[in-house]
Antibody
Framework: QLQLQESGPGLVKPSETLSLTCTVS??????????WGWIRQPPGKGLEWIGS???????YYNPSLKSRVTISVDTSKNQFSLKLSSVTAADTAVYYC????????????WGQGTLVTVSS | QSVLTQPPSVSAAPGQKVTISCSGS????????VSWYQQLPGTAPKLLIY???KRPSGIPDRFSGSKSGTSATLGITGLQTGDEADYYC?????????????FGGGTKLTVL
């Protein structure tokens, strides 16, 4: 059974860079056709797609966040990572990682999520 | 302001049926598959419906999905108190120069 687990600091200072890692277990991140994505949810609000990566390293970012986002993959560790620079309080959210196909299939499964608070 | 529009809340009694709508445009729902997610309180979203009307293994047939034009609908029959959750629709949107995955604002289901 495929499982995803987010990890990283729960508190980040304004203007600094948020860094999270998603560890995939029960399957290979190098499986063909699957993409690996980051989605966030501010407290009490809806879902926002941040970006996705293919195991080859091809990346796709939300245009609204593209200037601040970098997603990378480490196939040897079965992990992919998110970096979001110049954070503000508006970036406070629960950050989820999830697997998906391209344009079909939906996001499944999801990690349990990790709350990141931006505060000094 | 979400790209996809959902009602903020719906409610119904146990055993009854409820539908949740998701309205979009030709740049998203009109030309792409829709998926639906259930988010129980304090948990991560869970895929309920994909490709407009398909259910992942383990999802009961009380949950159904449909799409017509630029709108999609999630239906839930035989409501149970355990169905109380937030429900989100999602799809690909190509209205910007680079596409993006988008979600509705979510609908809170109350089982009275």
């Amino acid at each position: 059974q495929l499982q995803l687990q987010e990890s990283g600091p729960g508190l980040v200072k304004p203007s600094e860079t948020l860094s999270l890692t998603c560890t995939v277990s029960g399957g290979s991140i190098s499986s063909s056709s699957y993409y690996w994505g980051w989605i966030r949810q501010p407290p009490g609000k809806g879902l926002e797609w941040i970006g996705s990566i293919y195991y080859s390293g091809s990346t796709y970012y939300n245009p609204s966040l593209k200037s601040r986002v970098t997603i990378s993959v480490d196939t040897s560790k079965n992990q992919f990572s998110l970096k979001l620079s110049s954070v503000t309080a508006a970036d406070t959210a629960v950050y989820y990682c999830a697997r998906h196909l391209w344009l079909t299939g939906g996001f499944d499964p999801w990690g349990q999520g990790t709350l990141v608070t931006v505060s000094s | 302001q979400s790209v996809l529009t959902q009602p903020p809340s719906v409610s119904a009694a146990p055993g009854q049926k409820v539908t949740i709508s998701c309205s979009g445009s030709s740049s998203n729902i009109g030309n792409n598959y829709v998926s639906w997610y259930q988010q129980l309180p304090g948990t991560a979203p869970k895929l309920l419906i994909y490709d407009n009307n398909k259910r992942p293994s383990g999802i009961p047939d009380r949950f159904s999905g449909s799409k017509s034009g630029t709108s999609a609908t999630l239906g839930i029959t035989g409501l149970q108190t355990g169905d109380e959750a937030d429900y989100y629709c999602g799809t690909w949107d190509s209205s910007l120069s680079a596409g993006r995955w988008v979600f509705g604002g979510g609908t809170k289901l109350t089982v009275l």
